[in-house]
């Protein structure tokens, strides 16, 4: 069966650079979530959309942002990145009706130095 | 601010027995509760989610729900030692969803 799928899987950057990440929800899923893991940490909840809207809004950063696609992928953008960015970043889908039953992608562990 | 709340641990126990993992959480209009399991530098899993008053079970795993006490556990019985990971509680809070902080659990074989 079909997963989530992120890119990169890693990502080296500096301070106050800029970053990307990508994924692509499973097929169908209509609601797309985006999640920071520090070390040692929880998944903290930053934003999440439904079909293509933003849907709520987490601990996301005013440096952060995000946006759904057309074909319902997602993009998480950082900008003038600091140290305690690093972390794992994960996306999560679900189908809004099942919203607590989320399945995860590999997530991309972002590294600043 | 709702909060899930869990022991952090690390819980060990011996391959074998059953591991009793605990969770509470603050808000009694919550109405959907989950555990996800997640191994260390891997995504969280999800393994059972229980909606209603009582136990669901699921090969090992069993989930117990009590409401009125705010109260969700996960039973896992004969634990291996491919079940030491981190488990994180989770709870839908209408449009809101909120992982607790884990416990970690190592089976010792």
């Known amino acids: 069966a079909a997963g989530v799928i992120q890119s990169p899987r890693h990502l080296i950057k500096e301070k106050r650079e800029t970053a990307t990440l990508k994924c692509y929800p499973i097929?169908?899923?209509?609601?797309v979530y985006w999640y920071q893991q520090g070390p040692g940490q929880d998944p903290q909840f930053l934003i999440s959309?439904?079909?293509?809207?933003?849907?709520d809004k987490g601990s996301i950063p005013d440096r952060f942002s995000a946006q759904q696609f057309s074909d319902y992928h997602s993009e998480l953008n950082m900008s003038s990145l600091e140290l305690g960015d690093s972390a794992l970043y994960f996306c999560?889908?679900?189908?809004?009706?099942?919203?607590?039953?989320?399945?995860f992608g590999p997530g991309t562990r972002l590294t600043v130095t | 601010q709702k909060e899930v709340e869990q022991n952090s641990g690390p819980l060990s126990v011996p391959e074998g027995a059953i591991a009793s993992l605990n969770c509470t959480y603050s808000d009694r209009v919550s109405q959907s509760f989950f555990w996800y399991r997640q191994y260390s530098g891997k995504s969280p899993e999800l393994i059972m989610s229980?909606?209603?008053?009582g136990d669901k079970e699921d090969g090992r795993f069993t989930a117990q729900l009590n409401k009125a006490s705010q109260y969700v556990s996960l039973l896992i019985r004969d634990s291996q030692p491919s079940d030491s990971a981190t488990y994180l509680c989770?709870?839908?809070?209408?449009?809101?969803?909120?992982f607790g902080p884990g416990t970690r659990l190592s089976v010792l074989p």
């Open positions: 097929p169908r899923h209509d609601t």
């Open positions: 999560a889908s679900s189908l809004r009706q099942r919203l607590g039953e989320q399945y």
């Open positions: 959309f439904y079909e293509k809207m933003q849907s």
């Open positions: 229980i909606y209603s008053n």
């Open positions: 989770a709870v839908n809070y209408g449009q809101n969803f909120v």
